[in-house]
């Protein structure tokens, strides 16, 4: 009952920038957390950066200092600004969020987006 509407993905040059978001709807009663992943052929899906209801924050390494995440918890959204896109950051992007949803009794569900294309040309 809870869905991820992602957009902001796309093609960009190297140096160049994107800004990501994710907006959470549904029968939804608190989201605990929300995050990007990411996926390349080849490799195992993972996290970029993940941000708490608190606004704790943690990031790959790779991608410090150059990707910020974000969130605005009265309209359930998370955003992800790209900054100094290098080649290796293509890959598709997914929303995750572990969302407490309004069922009898209450559970913590772990929900995913569709994955949006990001492309980086060298």
């Known amino acids: 009952q809870v869905q991820l509407m992602e957009s902001g993905g796309g093609l960009v040059q190297a140096g160049g920038s994107l800004r990501l978001s994710c907006a959470a709807s549904?029968?939804?009663?608190?989201?605990?957390?929300m995050g990007w992943y990411r996926q390349v052929p080849g490799k195992q899906r993972e996290s970029v950066a993940t941000i708490t209801s608190g606004g704790s924050t943690n990031y790959a390494d790779s991608v410090k200092g150059r990707f910020t995440i974000a969130r605005d918890n009265a309209k359930n959204m998370v955003y992800l600004q790209m900054n100094s896109l290098k080649p290796e950051d293509t890959a598709v992007y997914y929303c995750?969020?572990?969302?407490?949803?309004?069922?009898?009794?209450?559970?913590?569900?772990?929900?995913w987006g569709q994955g949006t294309q990001v492309t980086v040309s060298s």
């Open positions: 995750n969020a572990l969302v407490v949803v309004t069922t009898t009794p209450v559970r913590q569900i772990n929900t």
């Open positions: 549904g029968s939804i009663l608190r989201i605990n957390a």
